[in-house]
């Protein structure tokens, strides 16, 4: 999703790899204003430190933090088999574009979410959520328990979030399993 970081004025920005940035468990991106750049950081650690990449010189321990935010960054950021897979993702996602991505999920689901109306489905107006990331509220009558079953049987991965369905199409998705979920969605009434 386009994100405007001036227009916000976020003191901090964080995101995990996986999931919408296509990246590997274990890591997060963080972008952190000038704000902290005096702050301590939760781990105190070696490669945080002023010089810390002049090895032959580790032995003489300095105190004073690396410049910038990554005195934030976790002891074990020499990651290299995650790192790799983490920028090639943002990368990926860098040349395809929030925008187009967001476009994208918007044209997907367009029509399921007018075909879902119909049925009783409802789900915020669009100007107040996104097109990647949605609650679908369910109708009277349907049962939970029987959707999530009808939803594992037919391979379709949603999650229920207490009386709502969480939705979440991306560039993996195609017209197939919307109507997939179309179909489980029709069978749930």
Partial sequence: MPFDLA???ADLVVSATYKWLLGPYSLALTWFSERFDGSVPIEETWIARRNSREFQQLV???????PGAVRFDMAERSNF???PI???SMELI???SP?????YCRDLTFGFLQDAADLGYSVEEEAW???HLFGLRMPEGVDLVQLKAALAERNVSASLRGSALRLSPN???DEVDINVLLEVLKNAR
């Fill in 86 to 88: 983490a920028r090639a």
């Fill in 60 to 66: 003489d321990y300095e105190d004073e933090y690396a």
């Fill in 99 to 103: 925008d187009r991505i967001q476009k």
């Fill in 171 to 173: 560039v993996y998705n």
């Fill in 94 to 96: 860098l040349e395809w």
């Fill in 129 to 131: 959520r996104a097109s």
């Fill in 81 to 83: 088999f995650l790192a």
């Fill in 7 to 9: 227009g916000c004025q």
